[in-house]
């Protein structure tokens, strides 16, 4: 099933991963995506595994200083 279909109607921010079809959602101007640092990081992860690679290896850090951010906020945040 397309994103499009199954979202049919929705009005809110929309986590998603990297998958490009959801960006048709975002044009519409009825959802705003909300992207996954997870996903983000992986490339980077990647990028880092096959050998030095400072601009890959700075990325981590700094998505690893935002995990830390968010290991502060109160439990009331999460939507889960």
């Known amino acids: 099933m397309r994103p499009a279909d199954h979202l049919q109607g929705f009005n ?3 986590q998603v991963d990297g998958y490009g079809g959801y960006k048709a959602l975002a044009e519409k101007g009825q959802v705003r995506l909300a992207f996954c640092w997870a996903h983000l990081r992986r490339r980077f992860y990647e990028l880092a595994a ?10 981590l850090k700094r998505i690893a200083a935002l995990y830390q951010v968010e290991m502060t906020l109160p439990l009331w945040l999460d939507p889960g």
Not at 50 to 59: F, L, R, S
Request: hydrophobic fraction near 40%; charged fraction near 10%.
């Open 50 to 59: 096959n050998g030095p690679t400072p601009i890959a290896t700075e990325a």
């Open 12 to 14: 809110g921010i929309l």
